[in-house]
């Protein structure tokens, strides 16, 4: 696994959004900490469903440059796929974009970064920071 590399949640964006004290976010850390930082295309769609006002929009669009974009493909469709019978069959079952961002995570063979570790969790596969 390597370790200058991360896929960053949906969760870790909105904490930063939400804190005033920016040093002190995940995100923050993460920057500092990780040569390149990945979204999914699923948390890019996630950002700017919740940007619910034109100056959100811009600081989200804004945000949303400090990351590469993995999109979801074939790929990524058949290892959600999979974690999601996986998840059905334990009675375990989480919300299909985090689905998609754990597929994607595992996908490109990158830790996920979260602040929702109760549902990334269910995915043994998944290396989980912080």
């Not at 390597?2 to 969760?11: K, P």
């Not at 930082?37 to 619910?52: D, N, P, Q, R």
């Not at 974009?69 to 334990?90: G, T, V």
Request: charged share 25%; hydrophobic share 45%.
């Amino acid at each position: 696994m390597a370790t200058d590399r991360i896929l960053v949640d949906t969760s870790i964006a909105i904490e930063f959004f939400r804190k005033k004290k920016k040093d002190e976010t995940v995100l923050h850390g993460l920057l500092t900490g990780y040569s390149v930082l990945y979204v999914s295309v699923i948390t890019y769609f996630e950002l700017l469903c919740g940007a619910k006002s034109q100056a959100l929009l811009d600081d989200t669009t804004q945000l949303l440059e400090l990351f590469e974009i993995i999109d979801f493909r074939e790929p990524e469709a058949k290892n959600a796929a999979s974690l999601f019978q996986d998840l059905k069959q334990r009675n375990a079952m989480i919300g299909l974009a985090d689905i998609f961002i754990a597929a994607t995570a595992i996908e490109h063979d990158l830790p996920l970064a979260t602040l929702n570790r109760a549902h990334f969790e269910r995915i043994s596969s998944l290396h989980i920071i912080p």
